[in-house]
């Protein structure tokens, strides 16, 4: 079951889902469109190719909404788009992402393996149908007397046929069909051809020799393979009938038109349907469709073609998919700022994973792997009304609001902070840790272990240095608090120092200059997907990792609002340059490299270089660059620190 439900949670399920709701109303509005045209017509041959062009605009609108739905690839240009959340930090830690609204939206996902179950057992039956055909072929087959071979040439040759197509009697088959494309076979039961009138028979043949020039047979494996792939629309299965009906008024016709005998004709159909049988849906039959409808339209003008309730049926499915399909449209969630991005990385390194550390002894007082303590924020005080409550104790606020901060619910906590007195939150703590236990009645809590193993390992690891402004615990940091929510990654690609970065394909490629930065990869998470890659930045160079979903933001080059900046300064000189400047006096003791590139308006690399430079206050050079507008780029990485400063400064050469 696990590997389904992480098949789920990908986008393309997601982007499957919404396709077959779309289809309901695309398909319900191709109906509507095919009955009012088919009320219009009078001529077989264009009924049958509307019907047809009305299935292949089906599926092929099919395809085009799942194209459409699918998310776009990331590009250097363009914000991936991200399909699943990574959910924020408990109100009190930071600020909270918008939680995605479950309600039937968290399920549209599962339509999409219940389709593929249904497109698999509807394309099994249709293969079993062609073997059944295959065995009609080949068993129980005789071939007919010398003279109606010879017929049967003459009349390939009257319904100019290129291919060879061959006569057998078969004791299987009850009525005339037609079976194969590249080397079509006419199979006629025992007895047909001494039973009846020898021109009746000659026109049964000639039905089955147009269906061979019309290429029906293989119209007619593809609209069972569309059958089979919207199987679940009833509109598909009105324009497979109208189709097959057409299909066979249209070789009628043409025998009509050649022998010039309706009536003749007629009485040969009357006499088939005495030995009918039900024929399979990968062969041809002479008794395909509605026969006595058939035969009435032989015999007599029929009245104007009837859709019945298929119109009606199809208003009421448009009206409820628009209506269904636009209010979930109002649910999706909006994109955050914060989610994680889901692409491939290039050859990551593999991650140490730490030593699990002693479980504390009791389930609050862990001194040696807790956070320390915060105040309360003023949302989880006392409740005013609880006269006879205990206040919430400054234990029990750091167990709610740091020990668990990431892992109880919602219910949980409101439930917790309702609780009158400190023996019912103990106790409440207790039925906490017991109810996430993976092996209840043993002494040991694996699960409380790993958690505060974790807590302890993120404010050992990813607590930032001294030099950071917010002074956060580690436990409090966005990669404390994804890996204690998920624990150790499965990969890692840590880069932290920055510098050089050769961007993958999926990031537009070419060769950069970043920041400090982590790419976290895990192979699963339930809820949240498969492949799951999480990027942090440190663009102060502190090790203050942050997590974020735009993978331009480590690009020290592109100059994002949280980086560094260099002081960089430029003077325009004459009208073929500029003069840079850019002050280093706080690097005076370590060894910098500066890095400049000039963008032109159009995206063009004007000018890209890498200077080292150690014992100078300043970097001072002049920029030949031409009249027009640019983007000028200047980073600054110190080689001792790590530290990565960058700037972008618009140029407009006159």
Not at 115 to 132: H, S
Not at 347 to 363: C, E, G, L
Not at 609 to 634: D, I, K, M, T
Request: charged share 15%; proline share 9%; with cysteine.
């Amino acid at each position: 079951m696990n590997l389904l439900q992480a098949w789920v949670a990908t986008p393309g399920a997601t982007a499957l889902g919404w396709t077959l709701v779309h289809s309901l109303w695309e398909g319900a509005l191709a109906a509507l469109f095919l009955a009012a045209a088919l009320r219009g017509m009078r001529s077989a041959p264009a009924r049958y190719a509307a019907s047809c062009a009305a299935l292949v605009l089906l599926a092929a609108g099919f395809a085009f909404t799942f194209a459409r739905e699918m998310p776009a690839p990331a590009h250097v240009a363009v914000q991936p788009t991200v399909a699943h959340r990574i959910p924020g930090p408990p109100a009190g830690l930071g600020d909270p992402s918008e939680a995605a609204p479950r309600g039937s939206l968290g399920y549209l996902p599962w339509l999409a393996p219940l389709w593929m179950a249904g497109v698999l057992a509807f394309q099994l039956r249709g293969v079993a149908a062609w073997m059944g055909a295959r065995r009609l072929r080949g068993t129980g087959v005789c071939v007919p007397p010398g003279l109606w071979r010879a017929r049967l040439d003459q009349l390939v040759q009257r319904a100019r046929i290129s291919r060879r197509v061959v006569l057998l009697e078969s004791c299987l088959a009850e009525v005339p069909v037609v079976i194969g494309y590249l080397r079509p076979v006419i199979l006629l039961p025992v007895g047909l051809l001494a039973g009846l009138p020898a021109a009746q028979v000659e026109a049964l043949l000639l039905h089955e020799l147009v269906h061979i020039r019309r290429h029906d047979y293989l119209v007619n494996l593809v609209q069972m393979f569309v059958e089979g792939l919207l199987f679940y629309h009833p509109a598909v299965w009105w324009m497979s009938a109208v189709i097959r009906a057409e299909r066979e008024n249209c070789c009628d016709d043409v025998v009509v038109a050649t022998q010039g005998d309706a009536y003749g004709y007629a009485s040969a159909l009357a006499a088939l349907e005495e030995r009918r049988a039900v024929a399979g849906d990968a062969v041809l039959a002479s008794t395909g469709g509605s026969l006595v409808k058939r035969i009435r339209r032989l015999l007599a003008q029929p009245e104007g073609p009837r859709a019945g309730l298929t119109p009606v049926f199809s208003a009421v499915l448009l009206t409820v998919t628009l209506v269904g399909a636009m209010a979930a449209y109002q649910t999706r969630p909006p994109a955050a700022a914060a989610a994680p991005q889901l692409v491939p990385v290039a050859a990551p390194a593999a991650v140490p994973q730490p030593a699990p550390a002693p479980a504390p002894a009791a389930p609050v007082q862990v001194a040696q792997v807790q956070p320390p303590v915060r105040s309360a924020s003023p949302g989880e005080a006392p409740r005013a009304d609880a006269s006879q409550a205990s206040p919430l104790g400054t234990p029990y606020r750091k167990w709610l609001n740091e020990d668990v901060a990431y892992i109880i619910t919602d219910a949980e906590r409101a439930a917790f902070k309702a609780l009158p007195s400190d023996a019912e939150r103990e106790h409440f703590i207790q039925q906490f840790w017991e109810r996430r236990d993976p092996t209840p009645g043993t002494a040991e809590n694996e699960f409380k272990e790993e958690h505060y193993r974790r807590i302890a390992y993120a404010n050992e690891h990813f607590s930032p240095a001294s030099g950071s402004l917010s002074g956060l615990p580690g436990w409090k940091t966005d990669r404390g608090r994804i890996y204690i929510t998920f624990g150790p990654p499965d990969e890692i690609d840590s880069h932290p120092s920055g510098g050089a970065y050769q961007r993958p394909p999926a990031e537009g490629g070419g060769t950069t200059t970043t920041v400090p930065f982590e790419q976290w990869r895990y192979r699963y998470i339930q809820n949240i997907g498969t492949n799951v890659i999480i990027e942090f930045v440190d663009p102060s160079g502190t090790g203050e990792y942050r997590m974020t979903s735009d993978p331009m933001e480590k690009d020290a080059l592109a100059g994002g609002a949280n980086a560094m900046r260099t002081g960089a300064t430029v003077q325009m000189v004459g009208s073929n340059g500029v003069q840079l400047s850019v002050p280093l006096d706080r690097y005076s003791d370590h060894q910098v490299s500066v890095s400049v590139r000039i963008v032109a308006a159009g995206g063009r690399v004007v000018n890209e270089f890498e200077n080292p430079v150690q014992g100078q206050v300043a970097f001072s050079r002049f920029l030949a660059v031409a009249p027009g507008s640019y983007r000028l780029s200047v980073a600054v990485k110190d080689m001792t620190a790590g530290t990565v400063a960058s700037d972008v400064i618009p140029l407009e050469v006159k």
